[in-house]
């Protein structure tokens, strides 16, 4: 974690909602809530180009939508992050969208942003350039047949969940009982499989818009 | 698998007035045909005048008369000839560039026998000025006659297509109200049907487990780690009606993700479906365009047209067809000569069991194919090359230069 403050704008209609957000973001001491709007023509107006780190955009605004409103903002603003808010799984929504965003997405459902911890700890890793997926969307994810993450063996597939909820090699090796270098080599394992190259963090963004793109709901009925 | 071909799907038989009452070509033939009779009595009169009935009267009233007729019969049969050797080549075939010179062409031709047949004639004029000029005024009098019976007929073509197309566009409109009526009702029946049955029902058990929960804590003996853990399960319930009754419902009214286009929509769609199924959507040039640009060509109204007969289709195909594989494409392009119309063509191939050999009875797809007509378009089933079933369809569309909901998006330049 950087010691530099996050900068975050919310944009959310529903009041109870939008009340809820800051107040837990204040709490943290290194976020801060900059600006908090109930619509995209507000948000146009006061999400000026390096006043937000990154930006929680409610999916449906009474004045818009908020995918579109987030491509706008990001193509003035190309540092900024963007995370999705949807009481709805919008994962295909999310999917599509990350081809014409100038920088990859973070999607948390209202229901996670309820968590506090899950909330904070999305808003910080997705400030930091990586890309965070609810938790309880990721965990009720199963490849898609035909797919190259598909050919992932189970364990690969475990990881591979896990940094797209956003967490760290460290955090994702303690929530499995092993070792951070098993984590590693795994990890060396998908990007192989799922052809990806490049380095570091591209990689590990890369391997979740793949976990995206390439996995569908499954339905315990 | 059914080795049937592809076949358009017809929601309603053409209408019969669609066809023009009768054929301009025969306006055409019957203005040129009186023409050429009313050229042949005039010569008959130029002959008088000539001195020609004086000569023959000489010879007495028999001679005048047959040379009369004579007179008369090759002019008829000239502007006969003209007008059938015309008529056959149908002119209406061609352009103005060829029609009127293909005219002069068979005037000439069919005039170089009728002055030999005119000279023939004892009481006409011998010099080869008088014959020249019998020549000339000939062909000019076919190609004139005739070609004025073709460019009636031409225009009277043109004004029947005109008046047609008039007829299709206000019967389309008339067609389109009468269905998005429909549409609604039947909409509004279905979100009523669930509401009271499904939800209502499954609400129900929630609040009776909820109450469950609470007597139990009520009790003497009261266990509040199993009362957490039925709470937690009546939550998971919740959740679960939420995003299969909540959704389901508000899909039927607007699919997710329609604001931003129909891939977008159908995108969310696919990924909804079982992860055992492989999915895979492409989209052609033309929609890429459109998207990089940040536009949405479609009005709504046409888009949900689009998502919903791509649904029934991929519907199909898992409940019908039983298939593991469904790939989807979709692109636009402009209807050529006809500015601001576009069409979207899309289909829906599955490697399932492929339609049955049999008559199909249509429900769902029967209602598509009638939206589809209605605006102009026409959906087509067949053999896919996945070995199942194709779902092909064309949705006809005025093009909007409508942007993403939140304004205008800057210009991606193109790659
Ligand atoms: N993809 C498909 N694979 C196999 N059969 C199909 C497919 N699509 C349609 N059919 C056949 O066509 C029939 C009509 O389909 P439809 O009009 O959608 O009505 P419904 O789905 O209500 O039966 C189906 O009953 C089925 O027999
Ligand atoms: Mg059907």
Redesign the pocket.
Known sequence: MTDQVVRVGIVEDEALMRGMLEQTLASETNLRVVHSVPGATEARLVFTPGSVDVALLDVHLPDGNGVALGVQLQRQDPDLAVMLLSSEDVMGLFSSVQEEAPRPWSYLSKRSSFARDVLVRAVAATAEGQVVIDPYLVQRSEPRSGSAVADLTPAQFGVLRLVAEGLSNQAAAERLGINTRSVESHLKSIYQRLGIDGDGSNRRVAAVLAFIEQTGRSWRT | MAAVSPRRLRARPEHVDDQPLHDPTRTGIVLASTNVVLFSLMSLAQWAGWGGLNRASHSGDAVAVSEALAVMAVNLAYGLLVVGGTFALRPMRWGAKVRYPLIALVALVASVPRAVAMRAIYTTPEGAVYIGAEWLAGFFAGFLAVGAGVFVAAVVGRARREERRRLQVARRAARAVEELQSEEMRVRRMVSDHLHGNLQYRLVTVTAGLDGVAASLDGAGADPAAAAAQLRAWAERLEEIREQEVRTLSHAVFPAGVELGVVRAVDLMLRRLPPQIATSIQTGPGLRRFERLGQVPLMLADRLVAVYTIE?AVT??L???HASRVSITADVRPVPGEPERWVMEASVD?D?????DTD???????RHAERLETRGGHLTLGPSALG??RLSFALPFERTTATLPTGELPVVPEH
């Not at chain 2, 399932?352 to 049955?356: E, S, W």
């Not at chain 2, 199909?360 to 029967?366: I, P, Q, S, Y």
Request: hydrophobic share 30%; no cysteine.
């Open positions: 029934e199909n195909a409940k019908h067809g599955d399932g069991t492929g339609m049955p199909v009875e249509l429900h769902g797809l029967a199942g079933t």
